[in-house]
C-alpha cells in the first residue's frame, strides 16, 4: 500500500518499508565487518560498551576556575567519567579578564582561563592522571593543562584527553581577534605535530560539527563539512611534511550532534566511522588501521530544545542519547533540560548525568554491540548518508578545501542562511516543535528552578588575580620567553615548544593569543545580515 | 504607519557568539518592512553611539548569557546621554522570568524568550512604533 511521501530530517526520501531488496548490494566484510575491524562501521573497539560503557563528559564551567572546579568535583562525585572544560567567551578570543573590552563578559558563559595557575585551580584535586579531560579550545591552554600535569608528576606520555582546536566549530563563534583561517589551520597543525611527539596519547584536535549542526546544517552536510575540515588539515601536512601522515592522523578526535531524527542520526554516526576509514586508508594511503578509528564525542543537539515547557526537553534529550548509544559514541554530553532558559542548575546536570546512567545501565542496549547492524532500513540509510556525505566533501574541495571556503566567505553566508531556514521552516509548521508550533498551550507556562552566575564578581576576582600574577612571575624570564614565541610565530617554526615554555614562565593566554595573532592579522569574521 | 520609516537596531551587546537568534529575528523585522541595521557584536558604548548616530527609533538587544543585567544598563546609560533614551528598547534571547520587572523598571519595552513565534515580535514592534512615528 502507498502512503504519502515521507522524508529524513535530512531530506532523504523514505520508503514505506525497507527489505532485502534495499541492502542487497551490501558486502558484509567489506562494508560493515565486525566491530574493531575495518572498515569500523559497527564500531571502533572489539567489545565496546561491553567492554567499557561511553565516557560521561558534560561541557561546563561557570564563574571562577574557583567555582569551577567545585562543579568539577561535584560531577565526579555523581558518576561523571571524563571532566569537560569549557572556557568562556574571553577566553575563547584570547583576552585576558582585564582587558577593558570584556568588561561584561567574565564566566558567565564558561570559566576564565587566564593563567596557569587558573588552570591549576579549575582542576585542584581531581585525579587527571586517570580520568580524561576535554578542553574545549585551541592549544594554549592545553599546553598549560601539561605543565600543572607535569608538576603533578604526571608523565606526560600516558596523559590522556582532548584539545578542541578545530577550525569549522570556531568559526561558528564570529568573535573578535582571531587569525584568518589559514593562521588558525597552521597553529592547529603544529598543535597536533608537537603533540604527537610530547603527549602521544592525547587527542590533538577534536573536528567538530555540533555547532554547524546547531546551526542548521542538516546530518550529511554536518558530516560533509566535518570531513571537508579534517582532510584539509592532513592536506596541510602533506604540504609541511614534517611528521608522517599516519602520527599525524592518529589521535584524531571527532564530535558531533545528536539531532531529532532517530534513525538517521544513529546512521549518521555509523557512516562516519566508514567514511573516516576509506578516508585515511583509501585517500592517504595509511596502512595502520588505528589511524583510522573514528572515535568520537556526541552531544544532544542544544537548538532542539525549546524554553516553552522546558522538561519536554528531557524526553528529547534522552532519545538523542540513545541514538548516540545505538550509533556506538565513545562518549556523550546529555544537554540539560533547560539549556534554553538558563546555565544548568544542580537538578539538571545531575538529571543529564543519570540519564546516561539509565541508558547505560537500564535499558539492557549496551548488551550487544551495533544492535541495529543489518537493519534494512539502517544500513540503507547509512548508504545513503555515506554518499551524500561524499558530495558534500567534494564541492567543499572543489571550493579549494575548507580554510579557503572559509575565507572566500562561503561558509558564513552558509550559516548565516541555515537558520533563517530553520525558522522559516518552523513559522510554516514544517517542522514541527511540540508546544512551541504545534499543541502549543494557552495556559499560564509553568517554571523550572533557575541557576544563575555572578559575572560581575568574576570579573573582580579574576583581574585581581592576575593582577598579583604579573607582578610575581619572573620578569626577564617572561618577557624572553616571549620574545622567542614571537619569533617563532613569524617563521615557520613550530610555535607549541615556545608557547609551552612561555607559560610555564606566567605567559597568560591573552599574551600568547597575542603573539599568536599578530603574526598573521586579525580576520574579521564576515556574518552580517 | 508607514513601516520602512521605522529605523531597528539589532545588536548584540557584548561578545558572546550565539548569533542566530539574532540574524533570524533581524532578518523577520527586515522582511516585515522595517528598516533594520544588524549591528552583530558591539560594546554598549557602541550600541548607544550607533542608535543616536543612525537615529533608530528601535534598539534590539539579543542575549544568551547570563551578561545582560550589566549590559543592558550600560546601553541605557549610553542612549540617555546621547538623548535617546525613548528609543524602543527590545530584548532577547535567555533571560530570566524573575528579571523581568527590575528589566522593564529600567525601560526595556519587550522582552522576547527563544520560541517566540516572529509574529509576535513584529506585531510588537508594529504597535509601539505607530504612535511615535508619523
New interface residues.
Partial sequence: MQTEQHFSASGIPIKDIYTPEDTKDLDYDKDLGIAGEPPFTRGPYPTMYRGKVWTIRRLTGFNTPEDSNKLYREQYELGQTGFSVAPDITTAIGVDADDPMVEYEIGHSGLPLNTIEDVDVAFDGLPIDRVSTYLAERGPITAMYFAVAEKRGIDLKQLRGTTAGCMISWGVLNIPLQPPPRGYRRYGADFIEWCSEVAPMWNPICHDSYNVRDLGLNAYEELGMLFASAIDFVEEEKRRGRIPLDRFVRRFAFNTAAHNDFFEEIAKIRAARRIWYKIVTERYGIQDPNCAKFRVHVQSSGSTHTAQEPYNNLIRIAYQTLAAVLGGAQSIHANGYDEAVCLPTDQSMLLSIRTEQIAALETGVTNTIDPLGGSYYVESLTNELEERTWEYIKMIEDMGGMAQAMQDGWYHRLLREKPIERQQKVDSGEIPIVGVNTFRSEKEPYKVPIFKPDPAASREIQAEKLRKFREKRDKAKHAEAMKRLVEACNSDENVYPYVFEAVKVGATFGEVSKAQVDAYGVWPYPIGL | MDESKVKIL?VK?????H???L??V???L?NAGFE?I?G??M??VEVAATAAQEDVNVVGISSL???YM??VP?VIKGLKERGKGDVLLLLGG?I???DFDALKKMGVAGIF???T??EEIINFVREKTSAKVK
Avoid: C, F, K, Q
Fill in positions: 539589532m551587546a557584548g561578545l558572546e557568539g548569533w542566530a537568534g540574524i533570524v533581524s532578518n523577520a527586515r533594520v544588524y552583530g557584536n560594546t554598549p548569557t547570563a551578561n550589566l549590559t550600560a535567555t530570566y522570568e524573575d524568550t527563544p520560541g513565534p516572529m
